[in-house]
């Protein structure tokens, strides 16, 4: 769908002058709203209304067309009636536009002839070189430099501070909403972006151009699916390099979520579990409901530095309030260190009944003793042992005659601790809370939403990259691709990637096995191997635990007369030899080709955890180990493979490599095969590695 | 540790005349505080300073003693310190005294020394009949009556509304914290209460109170743990049948929190999943942050009726914060039906390009045409399929020209259907959402917030009854009480007790085995039982699936001969035999003695459920069928029971009659037995019952 990839959204988003076709004098009418919001808040470049009944409009000379302009519009705004915008946009001249506002609605999110309008109008475009937004958006924002390329009534209400947030909503009342909670919460924008039906610019464009923006500093995003999923993944990754964090809704998590968000939408909504499979790979923050994407937001962009690891200090005049939010921590994966002996002591000194083990209680001591409250913080910060520090002063925050020792608090940590992001939980005055958040403070009224806030963000900075470039075997390349694949073949191209499997053979006769047992040495299985026979027990195809020639040669004959008693009709391979398995925890990996976003890992645990509580976590392909890594311990079922029931340990790095091998194999060879599946994947003990026991393999049709 | 339970609280919390020891001219002083919160607030009764050193305190004549006061003090504060409390209070004369607030700390938070002062300022007030609030408490505040008994600085930055809420904290910090909060959301108190080291009264104390205060319609508490268990049953079940909602907020959910919940308080903190099985029961419901324990007092002082079910009704003007509702309504459990076919069609009518489907969009054309939110809400509503309205109307709520509209649609909604609750999201002014509020409509900014709370509250009338009179049967009071229990004596009380077990026989020798085999018939399994033999197939000592009279006889024998070889030392006190066990899913049932709370019931799956999952449901006993049923269906795990992976579902009546069964038995005999484990209880096919295959019964020590 994209249009002109490397042109720059530049001139679109940044322009030196702006066209507004049907531009109108009526307060209220969509086209008299971005004129006069452009000259109320002082837009720096030109602005040209274009109205072909009107000599002038809201004092500025109007021309009729925009083939009556006489040099460049950089931006031209269409706020005409669907059938009447192509129209419109077809007499700017090569160059003269570099980018178009769609306002109106009636385009593809109406039908048919909608989305045929639309295709025309996107084939105007792109011949003359203009990136379109929208159209049936809300246009844009550029807060500082007071461009109001909208109908959004949301700025007449009052406008946001310039700040560093960039903010691109798929949806205009989602992102009107959000416009005026940036605003309620003091949240400083430099960009406000609706994409509305994205027949050109989608969500990922904004964001990679935002990413590059110098403005921007935090990127907010709201989306309801997305097309090109490529794009999606080079957006998020170049705000990753920019150092740019990520914080992300999109609608659909659930089932009913899903249903509601698919006959919203005309956009493919592809599954969810992969995308948040993608904002975990890729270091976007994933905010399920508005409070958190704002609380999200709001510390990525006040916190000065993020915290580099999960370790906290609480640090509370309430020991009550303080095990609450140790609950909080808990939940929220953060780990509550304790504070070193001396520094535990010397507050024991000041404060006999205080609590110096963390979460850190002064009690309401502090009230009468100020000094408290910035010696203990500095004794527990002393030896680097925490990442962040949450701080709950209960209601002391209304008390002005406190506000001094909390201001000196804060100053002081951030001028000694600047590497211990702090956020502090207490009703302050609205003012106040300004103050404390130009320091670089977060303050919450709810302490629970600090801590899960600083869960949220803790080690964004330390997650391992989301596409490694690690060289993909040139064996794996060379496996064949045929029509189909036995078991024994499937095994075959597997190993050839990389993934460890066991030595087996597909033999064609009893001498074969015999040879193959032989070479195993210890006591092998032996299974019938048919492209018709799908449960090999139930015909008698399975021997198990074979020692020594004729055990074997025995076993083979048996097995094919069975078979053939069974299933006369069956196509027969050979009988397959291999090992006898170890004892480990058995794994089931797999591969599926997403519509949006190609190749996707999957990894769970056997049984129950698969089948009854779907405990599986996905990972986009390719990825290297340490991707690997977390979605093995994301599973809830994670303790199982750290030596639950009294087995031993797993080898879990070692299945993490299978997993990288496999999603190495499933992206280089993504147009060969179409499912993967292995299943069991056994995790064995400690040091002894991981084994692909039995894998199916379906190419692409 | 409950002094005078029979006493009321009505001369402590409802007093026509309050002393205060230590009354105190010096502003901000502890002992100045109530005095002149007192006269500020216009407390109509009787306020008498007590201090030895001044004739008058703030204007009102002063007493130097209690002995000295004339009359009654309905209530004493004690503002004193630790050492000086007793002594003070000493002095009072039977009656005259019914109640006394101590503020000071030093008492049992601060060691052997503190706990001795404490220990006998209980004493003092016990043997003069006075009922005891703290010590090492901020006191209370009787809003209606204006009674600042406190000397937390909260009133003095501004009062809460008189309102419906009853507010009972353990800390004084959340409690002045939550005070604030209170204040600032416009929620409107009855009574504010902190009960700090709880020496007499304690929250269950103030609950029940509040359960029979006419003032108060929904009780909040916040608690750290309770040492009379029977006691807050009671208040629970009052409160409950006073129809007064409770929420509550109980710190230490996670092993983070308990522990510092337990440095913190010195009160037993007893096992958080016993609480929160203890909230199930009896309907609180426990709210995990500040935020949503104010989110839910807040919906059930507003609604003036409940949600009678799960059944919500998404309207918006936006599709995509539609479905982001629908997946908060999944995650809250509650359920999204269609409107019906002629309201989805009268609304497609209207707007072409709206959805009639939950959620609801009526788009953005409601701007223009306002009368399509009461006419398409009224439409959804008109045939009873759902049980509240959840509304979003975006940024548009704060929109002058358009509040008539919303106003109207309010008044109108709950005019015409008082039985759906409703709830807006929307940024409203203050005042506008005050006005909304006092129409019975909940407004939130965040909808996710909204749908939470609908989803915490909805149903809360239809839930079971946490303990329903349910005559124990006299059979298992019969059973016998031994030293100790061998397998087959464990089946035999639990059959006693109304428990289904298998028809097994302890047979004493071949004989007896061949008797009991011919009786049950089908194949039957065998095991030696002995009190030293914990593993029996370790040893031989099991066989299974034996027929007919020699195969019974040559394994009782084998047995035997097994049993002897591997452990001559073991005492033998029989072989069971009993009918092969049939095809089901593997349950876990058993109950333990809590300190606290006494009997409790776990129900959990088998296997990796129980063990890597921890999995369970807990219930006090004794309960009945719906209780059990709701404990069965609350673990995760339950889509095993209802017939996942191809097995058919499970007789989860009968499961939860056995498990009603065990909490009768173990409330009954709570006191000769310590702990019962049932493993396996076997889950059968619907219609085909349960059956506890395995038992181990502990008799107290």
Redesign the interface.
């Known amino acids: 769908m994209t249009q002109n990839p490397d042109s720059s959204l530049t001139r679109l988003f940044n322009p030196r002058s702006i066209a507004i076709v049907g531009a109108s004098a009526t307060p209220g009418k969509i086209g008299a709203m971005p004129v006069s919001l452009l000259r109320q808040h002082g837009y720096d470049g030109r602005i040209l209304p274009i109205n072909p009944r009107a000599e002038s409009i809201q004092g500025l000379p109007a021309a009729p067309d925009l083939a009556a302009l006489g040099g460049e519009a950089d931006l031209v705004i269409l706020a005409v009636p669907a059938a009447l915008a192509a129209q419109a946009l077809e007499q700017a001249r090569p160059g003269q536009v570099g980018g178009a506002v769609v306002f109106t609605?009636g385009f593809s999110?109406?039908g048919a002839a909608g989305v045929a309008l639309q295709a025309q109008l996107c084939e105007i475009a792109r011949d003359r070189g203009i990136r379109l937004l929208g159209p049936n958006c809300l246009g844009y924002m550029n807060v500082r430099r007071n461009i109001y390329a909208t109908f959004?009534?949301?700025p007449a209400?009052g406008t946001v501070a310039p700040g560093g947030i960039g903010m691109v909503s798929?949806?205009?009342?989602?992102g009107?909403?959000a416009?005026?909670?940036a605003r309620?919460r003091g949240l400083g924008l430099s960009h406000w972006i609706s994409t509305g039906n994205e027949a050109d610019v989608d969500v990922a464009d904004c964001i990679e151009w935002l990413a590059r923006d110098t403005d921007t500093r935090v990127i907010m995003t709201?989306m309801?699916g997305c097309r090109d999923g490529d794009k999606l993944r080079r957006a998020l990754s170049a705000a990753r390099e920019a150092g740019k964090p990520v914080v992300v809704?999109k609608?659909?998590?659930?089932?009913?979520?899903?249903?509601?968000?698919a006959?919203?939408?005309a956009a493919l909504a592809g599954d969810d579990a992969v995308y948040d499979a993608l904002f975990r790979q890729y270091g976007a923050v994933r905010a399920?409901?508005?409070?958190e994407f704002f609380n999200l937001g709001y510390a990525l962009d006040t916190w000065k530095q993020l915290p580099q690891g999960k370790r906290l200090g609480i640090f509370?005049?309430?020991?009550?309030?303080?095990?609450?939010m140790?609950?909080?921590?808990?939940?929220a994966g953060l780990s509550?260190p304790e504070p070193a002996a001396d520094a535990q002591a010397r507050l024991l000194e000041r404060v006999?009944?205080a609590?110096g083990?963390n979460?850190v209680?002064v009690t309401?001591q502090v009230v009468s003793e100020p000094g408290l409250l910035l010696a203990t913080a500095e004794d527990m910060l002393a030896d680097g042992r925490f990442d962040a520090l949450a701080v709950f002063l209960?209601?002391a925050g209304?008390?002005e005659s406190l506000w001094p020792t909390f201001e000196t608090f804060a100053r002081e940590m951030h001028a000694r601790r600047p590497d211990v992001p702090l956020a502090i939980s207490a009703?302050f005055p609205p003012e106040r809370r300004r103050e404390l958040e130009r320091l670089g403070t977060l303050v919450f009224?709810?302490?629970?939403?600090a801590i899960r806030t600083i869960g949220a963000v803790a080690g964004l900075a330390a997650q391992p990259d989301a596409n490694p470039d690690q060289a993909i075997p040139a064996a794996q390349t060379a496996a064949p691709l045929l029509a189909s694949y036995n078991e024994v073949q499937a095994m075959d191209v597997l190993r050839l990637a990389g993934l460890p499997v066991p030595d087996c053979t597909l033999a064609a006769d009893a001498d074969a096995a015999a040879r193959a047992a032989t070479r195993l040495g210890g006591p092998v299985v032996m299974k019938v191997v048919s492209p018709d026979i799908l449960h090999k027990s139930d015909v008698g195809g399975v021997k198990l635990g074979l020692s020594g020639d004729d055990a074997v040669r025995g076993a083979h004959a048996a097995i094919l007369d069975s078979v053939r008693t069974h299933r006369p009709d069956a196509r027969i391979d050979g009988v397959l030899v291999a090992p006898m398995a170890k004892k480990g925890v058995e794994c089931i990996a797999g591969v599926h080709c997403d519509p949006v976003f190609g190749p996707v890992v999957m990894f769970g645990l056997g049984?129950?955890?698969v089948?009854?509580?779907k405990d599986v976590s996905f990972r986009l392909a390719p990825f290297g180990r340490q991707q690997a890594l977390s979605m093995i311990r994301e599973i809830?079922?994670y303790?199982?493979l750290q030596g639950?029931?009294g087995t031993p340990p797993c080898d879990i790095e070692a299945l993490a490599d299978a997993l990288a091998a496999l999603s190495r194999f499933a992206y280089a060879r993504r147009n060969d095969f179409s499912s993967v599946e292995i299943n069991p994947l056994l995790a064995l003990p400690q040091g002894s590695g991981a084994l692909a026991l039995d894998a199916v393999l379906i190419p692409t049709a």
């Open positions: 609605s999110e109406t959004s009534p949301a209400n798929q949806s205009g009342a989602f009107a909403y416009y005026c909670m309620d709201y309801e809704t609608i659909g998590r659930t089932q009913a979520g899903a249903q509601a968000a006959s919203h939408t399920r409901t508005i409070e509370t005049i309430s020991g009550g309030v303080g095990a609450l140790a609950d909080d921590a808990q939940d509550l006999p009944f609590s083990r979460p209680d309401g209960a209601a209304s008390s009703l009224t709810d302490p629970s939403a049984g129950v955890f089948e009854v509580l809830k079922g303790a199982l639950a029931r």
